[in-house]
C-alpha cells in the first residue's frame, strides 16, 4: 500500500491509500478532492494540477515537455506544480504529500 496525503486548499489532511501503478489523479478523485481531470490523462486540461511538496518532488519522475508546457497555463502555478494524471504512484512514493491548489475551483471553464 502506498500512503498518500492530500493537503486541500483549506489546509485539511486527507489521508489515502493507493496501489502501484495507479495514477495520482485517480486516488485524489476516488478520495472526493476538487481535481477534475477533464481530459482523462491527455494532458490537455491541467485540471489536474497539484503542487508536491518539496521533499517529495525531487522523488518524481521528471515532467516530460509537454506537461510542463500545460503545467504553465495552470493558474496558481509554482516550481513544484505537477499534473496528477502523469504520476504513476510506486512503493518509492509512500508517504507523499500534495498540495491542493486554492485556485482549483476557478479553473474549470464554466
Ligand atoms: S487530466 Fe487533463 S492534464 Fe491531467
Redesign the pocket.
Known amino acids: 500500500m502506498i500512503r498518500v496525503h492530500f493537503i486541500a486548499a483549506n489546509g485539511t489532511e486527507i489521508a489515502t491509500e493507493a496501489a502501484a501503478g495507479q495514477s495520482l489523479?485517480d486516488v485524489g478523485q476516488a478520495a472526493g478532492l476538487p481535481?477534475?481531470?477533464?481530459?482523462?490523462?491527455?494532458?490537455?486540461?491541467?485540471?489536474?494540477?497539484v503542487i508536491v511538496a518539496e521533499d517529495w518532488f525531487a522523488k518524481l519522475s521528471r515532467a516530460s515537455e509537454d506537461?510542463e508546457d500545460?503545467i504553465d497555463l495552470a493558474a496558481g502555478a509554482t516550481r513544484h506544480s505537477r499534473?496528477?494524471?502523469?504520476i504513476s504512484l510506486d512503493d518509492s512514493l509512500d508517504g507523499l504529500v500534495v498540495h491542493i491548489p486554492s485556485e482549483a475551483h476557478n479553473m474549470q471553464g464554466r
Open positions: 489523479l481535481l477534475e481531470g477533464t481530459c482523462e490523462g491527455q494532458m490537455a486540461c491541467s485540471t489536474c494540477h506537461e500545460m499534473l496528477a494524471c502523469q
